[in-house]
């Protein structure tokens, strides 16, 4: 993810324990020390290689010399092994305990009461849409407002300096402004909400696939995202604010499905069936997609991003209430940006950037073109494919050295002041060597600098703008606007401070950047078409710039579909989707042969278990016994309140569902018990906090029956086991979980291969699978990380390391 300098992580060499920890055999079991003997798994197939599974501690902050001993030498460097999978991350419960209570409840629902709820889904889509489409709206005229008053500072301070000399004030004041929006935002992320780092879209893309990401969805994300991104934005960064977007709507739809603040402890009684992650993955899925819709104007390519970038579960009616979503955020962001601007009821802005309307008959494509288009996007494939490396190599060095808050804040404020220093070189180099007349519609504060009177430097309207303008230049300036030198090196240096800049300590976007420079080398590139067929009138540089925007932006986020229908959306002509579409398609199959996706490489290095759409090649050869986790820790129907307690307490054993097995079964080798339910952690401490004992329920004490309401307004904050006080005399008592376990848990036979496993886990969007034997009898459980640390490497199935982070 975008702020992955602060993960910290220790690895253990091959064949090396730290003092203190336990090294886990194959398949997750505990050390022979820890656990009774059980039989060990047949060896691997010799045609792949499975590395050994370590438990690598990365909360240990003392140093140990070659004895062993600990050093009072703490080195500055963070060691980091990409090779991880942490186990600070837990699943969501996408999958319903259909214990007695749920069922109970889903009986006494009449017909109308389902119609009901229907009705609610649809009053919170709408209410997701009406939120986000009005951030949208704050936070583009907030920056509007903010950045004509920067802009129109320097300027006039730029134009007082040339009368009078001494552009070096112009210099430091344009650096001091931008220094100081980024340190306000940059020091909000770093101390308050480091999770508001980055654009958000790898954090909620991990939520949608089932991983807990800590923070993602709280209010106080939401804050720190909007000032954030406000700050980024104005500050000059190479930043833009429709990736950001999608966070903030995630949010939104996050807070308001649930119908009550966590953050500001405000329950307002509202919604409460949605108290669950079910329910809630559904409306995250919609207000990802209202980002989307409120940043381009393009509801049916925010409906699209949902389902290609995130969702694990679709269906029709999801599909309706997404599309609803999507289609008010961009009605509601348009029609305040009309009241804004003096023209109610002009609808004429659907999103933060409008891409403008290619009209022109100099602009439609050719058979014989599409060849070209090819070229472009195997080039915009290629400088993706660099830039995600450079910007790789980048976060590496940030994960080991820039760690700490203080510098990560000091970081941001060089690089803003090194983008305003940047921009002014590269505006004064060409002072007198670009200069445009200004038209009838000219740029809103034109930098004359030592250009003739009535004309511009035009490469200053590349900087001197916000990121979103200068893009809709690019696109849509006559032909002869910008000259190949300014356009070049515009590209060369956007280009390394965008990568730069993305994995700051800000929220920022990755989208509006890299549409800027693929539009500024796809208008160099049309130039130069033009120039090798001046008689010609097909190669348009507005044409081509939008090629290369599509081309360089799918290049670093391989995004395909949905992307297409944005860039058609956002342009309002269909005529370009099979010349984007093949550029996009051409981007992604050549950046992906080089590495991953953006995206996707900031997730590993987070060391998400994040489970992909297909299991990894040659998992055929593997089984469910030979992955699963064992020996499993198990309840008795009628268990002891000490017991559930202790096992609980327990933070070696820090589970989060353990199957329930039949107390009249005698466990017989590897098989602990007949498997009747399965029960979760959070169930038992709600269990545990209201006192449920059978003793109590068969005394005089009066005791209101448990209902799912009391398991409702403990989520999504359980309080942990340490919280809940037990008496002496209350560990002797008994609990019976038949009633509030699921008696009808997913579970597959050992023979089963991991392919099947892994299809079964993803599709239902499982966070326990049971691992069975012929006698239905309990053997195994697998949960994951148990999927999600095998991969593919080098054409061998490796298994990464776990680390506790």
Not at 99 to 116: A, C, D, P, T, Y
């Amino acid at each position: 993810m975008a702020n992955v300098a602060n993960k910290v992580s220790w690895s253990s060499k091959d064949g090396e324990v730290r003092p203190g920890e336990q090294t886990p055999l194959l398949n997750g079991s505990p050390s022979a020390s820890q656990s009774p003997a059980l039989p060990r798994q047949p060896s691997q197939p010799n045609f792949f290689r499975i590395d050994r599974l370590t438990t690598v501690n990365l909360d240990d902050d003392t140093a140990q010399d070659q004895d062993g001993n600990p050093s009072t030498h703490v080195s500055k460097e963070v060691l980091h092994n990409e090779n991880l999978l942490s186990l600070k991350y837990e699943s969501l419960d996408y999958d319903n305990s259909e214990n007695q209570l749920f069922m109970e409840e889903e009986r006494r629902i009449s017909k109308i009461g389902f119609h009901v709820l229907e009705i609610k889904r649809w009053v919170v889509c709408c209410l997701i849409g009406i939120l986000t489409g009005l951030i949208a709206c704050f936070i583009d005229i907030v920056v509007e407002l903010l950045a004509d008053v920067k802009y129109k500072v320097i300027k006039q301070n730029i134009d007082k300096s040339i009368e009078g000399g001494g552009l070096s004030i112009s210099l430091v004041l344009w650096a001091s402004l931008n220094a100081g929006f980024v340190v306000i935002g940059s020091l909000m992320v770093a101390f308050i909400e480091p999770v508001a780092a980055g654009s958000g879209i790898p954090q909620i893309k991990c939520y949608l696939n089932g991983v807990k990401v800590p923070h993602v969805v709280r209010l106080k994300t939401l804050l720190v995202k909007v000032i954030g991104v406000i700050s980024s934005v104005v500050g000059g960064l190479a930043v833009g604010k429709e990736g950001p977007m999608i966070h903030s709507g995630a949010v939104i739809a996050a807070g308001i499905s649930q119908g009550r603040s966590s953050t500001l402890k405000k329950d307002f009684k509202i919604f409460e069936y949605f108290r669950r992650d079910t329910e809630k993955r559904d409306f995250v899925s919609a207000g990802a997609a209202a980002g989307v819709s409120a940043a381009f104007g393009a509801p049916v390519g925010g409906v699209l991003f949902s389902l290609e970038e995130g969702a694990s579960f679709w269906n029709q009616m999801l599909t309706w209430r997404i599309f609803f979503a999507s289609m008010i955020s961009t009605f509601t962001l348009n029609f305040f940006l009309s009241v804004y601007r003096g023209k109610p009821g002009d609808l004429s802005s659907p999103g933060l950037i409008n891409f403008g309307q290619f009209q022109s008959e100099a602009v439609q494509y050719n058979l014989y073109e599409i060849p070209i288009f090819i070229c472009v996007g195997a080039i915009g494939g290629i400088l993706g494919a660099l830039f995600n490396r450079l910007n790789y190599c980048l976060t590496m060095f940030r994960i080991r050295y820039i760690h700490r808050p203080c510098l990560q804040v000091i970081e941001a404020v060089l690089v803003g002041a090194v983008t305003a220093t940047v921009s002014f070189i590269m505006v004064y180099a060409i002072k007198t060597y670009d200069c445009q007349p200004i038209g009838e519609d000219p740029i809103k504060y034109p930098l004359q600098l030592f250009c003739p009177d009535g004309e511009y430097n035009a490469m200053a309207t590349a900087f001197f703008n916000t990121p979103e303008k200068s893009v809709r230049s690019l696109f849509h300036d006559s032909p002869g606007s910008y000259n190949p030198l300014t356009l070049g090196l515009f590209t060369l240096s956007y280009f390394f401070l965008a990568c730069w800049t993305y994995g700051l300590a800000v929220s920022s976007g990755i989208f509006i950047p890299s549409l800027l420079i693929g539009a500024a080398w796809g208008r160099l590139f049309g130039i130069f078409l033009s120039n090798i067929t001046p008689d010609a009138t097909w190669p348009d540089p507005g044409k081509y710039a939008l090629m290369g925007a599509a081309a360089q932006l799918g290049g670093i986020v391989r995004m395909t579909l949905s992307l297409t229908v944005i860039i058609m959306e956002a342009t309002g002509n269909v005529t370009y989707g099979l010349p984007v579409m093949v550029v996009l398609m051409t981007a992604k199959i050549v950046g992906d042969f080089c590495i991953e996706g953006l995206y996707d490489i900031h997730i590993k290095l987070q060391s998400v278990p994040f489970l992909g759409w297909e299991p990894p090649e040659k998992s055929h050869a593997l089984t469910a016994r030979e992955v699963m986790s064992y020996p499993v820790t198990c309840f008795k129907q009628l268990e002891k309140v000490g017991c559930v307690v202790d096992i609980l307490s327990d933070t070696s054993t820090n589970h989060n569902g353990f199957p329930v097995v039949d107390e009249n079964h005698e466990p017989d080798g590897d098989n602990v018990g007949r498997l009747c339910g399965l029960i979760l952690r959070s169930q038992l401490i709600v269990l545990l906090k209201h006192k449920v004992f059978m003793e109590r329920a068969s005394s005089n004490l009066t005791q209101r029956k448990l209902q799912l309401k009391d398991f409702r307004d403990a989520y999504p904050r359980f309080p942990p086991i340490q919280s809940i006080h037990v008496s002496q005399d209350e560990r002797n008592c008994t609990m019976d979980l038949t009633e509030f376990m699921n008696p009808t848990p997913y579970s597959v036979p050992g023979e089963a291969s991991l392919s099947r496993v892994f299809r079964l886990f993803r599709a239902l969007g499982l966070r326990h699978l049971v691992i069975c034997d012929g006698s239905n009898g309990v053997i195994g459980i697998v949960t994951r990380k148990d999927l999600a640390r095998y991969r593919l490497h080098k054409g061998q199935l490796e298994e990464l390391e776990m680390a506790h982070t």
